[in-house]
């Protein structure tokens, strides 16, 4: 949760997008690893808590960014 609020201020969303997002981290939390899928990896051991899914970029890329390779 605490990864979730401290993007949404890096993005400098509006409170009903931070929301949102909370309430989608809720019902991922609550849902279980699938395990059936045919074909596909078995994903029971991943610990979805050590996947980072966000990189906070050493630019502030609201100002403007007129190279790529700036860019994460």
Do not use: C, H, N
């Amino acid at each position: 949760e605490e990864t979730v609020r401290v993007i949404s201020e890096d993005k400098d969303e509006p409170e009903w997008m931070l929301e949102r997002r909370l309430r989608a981290l809720e019902q991922f939390q609550e849902m279980p690893m699938p395990t059936d899928w045919p074909g596909q990896p078995d994903l029971s051991e991943v610990d979805v808590d050590e996947i980072v899914p966000y990189i906070r970029p050493d630019v502030d890329v609201r100002a403007g960014v007129d190279d790529w390779t700036v860019l994460p």
